[in-house]
């Protein structure tokens, strides 16, 4: 296993007993913190970063190391604490400047728009992470390459400021003085993560706040805006796919329909919500409404236990799919991967009570507990031992079963609650 993969997996366990610790504090407060689809939804795109992360590493790690190679004109040492000190810096300043331009900068957006998605605000919104910035987000830390970071280096660095941001996406951490004026904190990112006018595009600081005092893109949390989390085009899904594709499906339509060439580039060069004149006038979009309802489709909860279980197995099947990166096929692991893909869309489609989505659910648990009992296989599994066949099978053969009295057929609604009172509303915990 890679270093990036050893050190994700040792830290989910952690990750887990933190969102468990923030649920409890939320319950004691009497606040509604998590809500199983939005929460399921988060942590599954997660898994899918880290998933396309495994094929992306050309282009994340690659590139960088071929020019620290042989581009660079200098190879700093990396036994020397002083270059990890620097480099953890300058990874954290050109981290501000990608985090600016994917709010500002359409083709950006469309990759980072996954991590503002989700209308909750919680330690679970901090694993929701995109699965295409990996497309033209090195670009921005060619500069490290260039100065003789070794890639060594650059990936703890860039892991170290990636894990210090998990903290910082909760409601039940509040001001911390002087804390919050130096470093990016849970109080300057709830302002990053609103839809707010007063907040909207601000504080894209990872470890340091101090670059957008510099900047001139900082702006203070205020108890009398509470901030409204989600993008000013919500979602309103759990699909996985759609999640990653939705602002790029969105630009590809408005390139195709709009007359002039220049205009047809400046749909993905523009900010966010840039549309040519002509485009807007002939496909008009819905008003902004800051007061729209939360999207949380019921669930029974029987469903919601189901969906739960079924969501730890795949969790668990990530982490041998992460296992197997470094020595299994690529075959093996792209078929891995569609099917972790593939089982977190349909999971998606059961939390939003899609007809279809019962009966496709039925196909992959029936193939999940027949295939490796009839083949002994599994992914990278050549000899599968039988009393773990069996146990799939037993497992997913009664997820089979249950399928009918879990999931009654019925039309996708939508049921939501107000946002400015959902932080305070009567529903306590997760649901």
Known sequence: MHVQELIITWA??????????ELLVARWRGRAAYRTGDAISSIGLGVISQVVGVFGKLLSIGIYAWVAVH???????????????VALLAYDFLYYW????GHEVNVLWAAHVVHHQSEHYNLSTALRQTGSGVLLGWLFYLPMALAGIPTEVFVVVALIDLLYQFWVHTEQVGRLGWFDRVFC?????????AVNDRYLDRNYGGILIVWDRLFGTFVEEDDADPPVYGTRAPLRSFNPLWANAEVYWAAAKDMWHARRWRDKALVWLKPPG???????????RPAFDIRRERFDPPMPRALTLYCLLQFALLLGMATHFLDLSARASLSTLLAYAAYLVGSLTVLGALMEGRRAARWIEAVRVLATALLPWATGRWFGVAQLD?????????????AALALPWLIPARTPSVAGTHPASAAKGPSVGIH
């Open 274 to 284: 840039w549309r040519p004149a002509d485009v807007v006038a002939r496909f008009p």
């Open 185 to 193: 904190s849970p109080s300057n990112h709830r302002a990053h993560h």
């Open 98 to 101: 990608l985090h600016r331009a």
């Open 71 to 85: 581009v660079a004109p200098i190879d700093l040492p990396a036994g020397n604490i002083a270059v990890w000190l």
């Open 386 to 398: 039988p009393r773990f066949a069996m146990a799939m099978m037993g497992i997913f053969g009664l």
């Open 12 to 21: 989910t366990p952690i990750f887990f007993a933190l969102i468990g610790l």
